[in-house]
Structures are given as structure tokens and as C-alpha cells.
């Protein structure tokens, strides 16, 4: 704010490869780093779903024995944590546009890019066809009743966030050759307005088609699910997800699981389950926990194999996959990426696939302790036990 008061030259916050902030010139060759722009917003998000995730969690852990539509909020004590949980986890979309825009066009997009990732939500205020009177669905009154309820998710925070930056961009070259002392004004009134403005009428038009795109993920999942492809989705994304551990492949396979708990507004046999947890979100995540455990277990099984630091690193590794962490895979594949990538890609794919055949179920978008399962006591067992043998396949492989 100082710096705007000033008249300071803005900047725009750039991440390196190190992790820490830079600070580069704004230009418009920052749109066309995609990937990076949508890195910049998933890794900011990333710390919303996991909070949100693990305690969410334990509200489904401290209700375990109840079923039903209810499951996680019919105990009190769970109901709490359950609720923190959402709250903390419904930031992750906002969060995704506001970051997004930032990565391109500096802190001017943080306003606009959460703005337009508040709207991707489609909050009761915006949009409710239940009422069309008061606060409630002011602007989902201006459409007929059949696409009031539509929202982007995903889709609108990452397109949304994208598009309202040009607008930012525009702003800041535009009121470039303001006065230093009235620039405060411009940065901290006149662009936070105008942007927040923009961002909600890119929105009031995007929700709808996008709106259908989301509709549409939900439908095809639905199919998948009619045509019995669970399976083999299932293990494309065991692949995706050990492909380079924790990277863009990774993360695509991360998204496209939590999009499948936004798009299934439905209870899908085979696809989603009565908490709201769907087999992709499972397969997602108990493949990206397999090559880092399984990593852990042959270094402790077959210790003559592996030098004292590889097995001091495979001890760390227990707590990485619990904590659904892949990277801790990541040293291993660097010394010996011929037998590693392979093995552990294995060994996930046939994790996706018995996780999406056998219809587990994950409603967190998280891993690690917070997984629930759809079935319990001996199937449970019995899909724990699989998670073994599938580990050992991989061991097999990996000698």
C-alpha cells in the first residue's frame, strides 16, 4: 500500500523454481506461460485442500458407523470439524482464480481473480432457484430457472481469473501516466474497481457456459460409469499421477479428481457415493501415496540393494505418504529413473485400478489419514490387502 501511495512502479510477483518470490517487469509475456500461470494457482490452492481436507476428514472419522446423506455431520463433535473443514475447502476455487491472476498481472489481480473465482462457486446469493425474492438468487432471477442453479467450479476460476487479468493489464498501461500524487487513488480505489467490476461481468456470462462444461464433466462421468471404464480411468490417472510425482502430469490428475466431486451433483452408481466422495478423487490420491510407501518398504525389505542413504531417505518416507506427499519418490527416480519411473507407474496404475474397480470412494480431496471408504470391516480388509499385493507387484518389478 505504501508503495502505491508513493507512486512506486508496479511489479508483478513472478515464483522461481526455488519456491521464493521474484519480482519481474509487468508485460504481456507473462500470459503466455500457461503452465505456470496455472501452477502458480493450483500450489497457492494447494494448502486450502489440504487443511480443508484432513479436517474434514476427521468429521468423517469421528462419524464413523453412520451412513446415509448425512454421513460427517451426524455427530456433533464431527459436525464441527466437518464444517470447519468445508469452509476451508470452499476457499480452494476462489483461491485458484485469485493466484491464477495473480502469477500473471502482480497483486492488482488478486481482488478481481478472487472475485471472479467467488462467482465460479455460484454462491446462494448470486444464484438459488429456490427463491427469487430478497438477497437470494439476484442474479440467477434473470434467467429462467433452468441454469439458475449452473456453476463453473474449476472451469471459471481458471478461465475466469485468465481473462479478467487482460483486464488488470489494461489498467495498469492505461493509467500509467498518472500524477505520483493522486496514483494511490488509481491503485487502491479506481483499478479495484473497474477489475472487480469486469470480473463480474466476464462472469454473469461465463457461468453459463461454463456452467454446461461442468455439467457435461458430470454427464461423462455418469457414462464412464454406465459403460464400466471406472477401472480403466483408474488407472490412467496411477499413471499420471507417478509419472513425475508431484509435477504438471501430477497435478492435472489431481485436478481432474477434485472436479469430479464438483461435477457429480448427483449420486452416480459406480462414480459417487452418499458423502459425496467419488472413486476418481480415491484413485487420485491413493496412487500418488503408492510410490512413495512403496518406495519406503523395499529400501527396509531388501536393504542390500540400497546404499545407507538411500534407506535413511526411505524412512521418511512412511510419514511423506501418509501425508499424500509423491515428491518423497523423487530422489529415488533421480538415481535410478530406468527402474524407478517404470516400477512406480506400474504399481499406481494397478492401485487406480483396483481403487475405481471395487467403487472405494474418497470425499476429501486429500489423502493420507483422511480417506474414508464407501465399504467397511471385511471389504475394507480385503481392498487393503489388494493395496499390498499391488505394492509387492511393484517391489517385483523394481528387482
Keep these: 500500500m505504501n508503495d502505491a501511495l508513493v507512486g512506486k512502479r508496479l511489479t508483478v510477483g513472478k515464483v522461481s523454481k526455488s519456491g521464493a518470490d521474484e519480482v519481474g517487469e509487468l508485460s504481456l509475456k ?15 490452492m494447494l494448502p486450502f485442500v489440504v487443511a480443508g481436507g484432513i479436517i474434514l476428514g476427521i468429521g468423517f472419522l469421528l462419524d464413523s458407523g453412520n451412513t446415509g446423506g448425512n454421513f460427517g455431520i451426524t455427530r456433533d463433535i464431527a459436525a464441527w470439524f466437518s464444517g470447519l473443514g468445508k469452509v476451508i475447502f470452499g476457499m480452494m476455487v476462489p483461491i485458484l482464480g485469485a493466484y491464477v491472476c495473480y502469477s500473471i498481472v502482480g497483486p492488482q489481480g488478486l481482488l478481481p481473480g478472487m472475485t471472479a473465482g467467488l462467482i465460479a462457486n455460484a454462491p446462494g446469493m448470486l444464484y438459488d432457484s429456490s427463491t427469487k425474492t430478497g438477497w437470494a438468487n439476484t442474479w440467477g432471477r434473470l434467467f429462467p430457472d433452468s441454469i439458475s442453479n449452473f456453476n463453473s467450479g474449476f472451469f471459471g476460476a481458471l478461465i475466469g481469473g485468465y481473462l479478467v487479468a487482460f483486464v488488470v493489464y489494461g489498467c495498469q498501461k492505461g493509467f500509467a501516466r498518472f500524477h505520483p500524487s493522486v496514483r494511490g487513488v488509481r491503485d487502491i480505489v479506481l483499478i479495484p474497481v473497474l477489475t472487480a467490476l469486469a470480473a463480474g461481468v466476464l462472469m454473469f456470462g461465463l457461468n453459463i457456459p461454463l456452467g454446461y462444461l461442468n455439467y457435461g ?23 499420471m499421477m507417478a509419472a513425475d510425482m508431484g509435477g504438471p502430469i501430477n497435478k492435472a490428475a489431481y485436478v481432474f479428481g477434485t472436479l469430479t466431486i464438483d461435477a457429480t451433483q448427483n449420486v452416480y452408481a459406480g462414480i ?3 458423502n459425496g466422495g467419488t472413486v476418481f478423487m480415491a484413485a487420485a490420491m491413493l496412487t500418488g501415496m503408492v510410490p512413495p510407501l512403496a518406495l519406503e518398504l523395499c529400501t527396509r525389505m531388501f536393504k542390500k540393494y540400497w546404499t545407507k542413504k538411500d534407506v535413511e531417505q526411505g524412512n521418511t518416507n512412511w510419514f511423506l505418504a501418509a501425508c499424500f506427499i509423491t515428491e518423497g519418490a523423487i530422489p529415488f527416480a533421480a ?3 530406468k527402474r524407478t519411473i517404470p516400477s512406480i507407474m506400474v504399481g499406481s496404475a494397478v492401485s487406480g485400478a483396483i481403487v475405481s474397480g471395487f467403487g472405494v470412494t474418497l470425499a476429501a480431496p486429500h489423502g493420507g489419514l483422511s480417506l474414508s471408504f464407501r465399504y467397511y470391516k471385511f471389504k475394507t480388509m480385503v481392498k487393503t490387502g489388494l493395496q499390498l499385493v499391488t505394492m509387492v507387484l511393484q517391489l517385483g518389478w523394481q528387482f
Design 217 to 239: 464433466l458430470g454427464e461423462g462421468l455418469k457414462a464412464i460409469a454406465d459403460y464400466n471404464l471406472s477401472a480403466l480411468i483408474g488407472i490412467i490417472i496411477g499413471l
Design 335 to 337: 538415481s535410478d529413473p
Design 30 to 44: 507473462n500470459f503466455k506461460d500457461v503452465t505456470k500461470n496455472l501452477l502458480g494457482g493450483v500450489s497457492r
Design 272 to 274: 459417487r457415493s452418499t
